[in-house]
């Protein structure tokens, strides 16, 4: 089996990692779009290009599945992507909601996200399946992506 990755910058070598602790014995392939990172500031069909872009070299390179490791590429393309692909699973990240909400058992939860993910609708409609004491707040951060979160990704891996 063979899995293609990719994110728009280099934070998805994260999943990359904790996917070939799970699954070892898989080929992957990781794809960086680092021409036109950040996706969180550019509009809804530049990122769908990109992301289409980045799709067809991970299918010509014969990918059972792919995993899009960027909330930015997931809330804009996943939809689409499927319906093009039905043969394809496609797996896309969001925001972490749940997860925060369900450990928080006081208090705010602090969503921070580019711009462009916190506008969709696909956002909205995680927050109030997952929030229903509508506990969570967003901060749209444009420069998420930054050289220093890059570099301390890297060290870490």
Do not use: W
Not at 53 to 64: F, Y
């Amino acid at each position: 089996m063979k899995i293609g990755i990719f994110d728009s910058g280099v934070g998805g070598i994260t999943v990359l990692k904790e996917a070939l602790k799970q699954l070892p014995q898989v080929e992957y392939i990781y794809y960086s779009d680092n021409l036109h990172v950040p996706y969180g500031t550019k509009t809804k069909e530049e990122v769908l290009g990109y992301v289409n872009d980045v799709v067809d070299i991970l299918i010509d390179e014969k990918v059972d599945a792919i995993l899009i490791a960027c909330n930015t590429a997931t809330s804009i393309a996943a939809h689409i992507l499927r319906e093009k692909y039905k043969d394809i699973p496609i797996i896309g990240m969001e925001p972490a909601v749940k997860l925060a909400v369900d450990q928080t058992k006081s208090g705010r939860v602090l969503v921070t996200a580019t711009p462009l993910t916190l506008k969709e609708e696909k956002y909205k409609q995680l927050v109030s399946k997952v929030d229903i004491q509508e506990r969570t707040d967003a901060l749209a951060l444009p420069d998420l992506y930054s050289l220093q979160s890059t570099l301390n990704l890297i060290k870490q891996f």
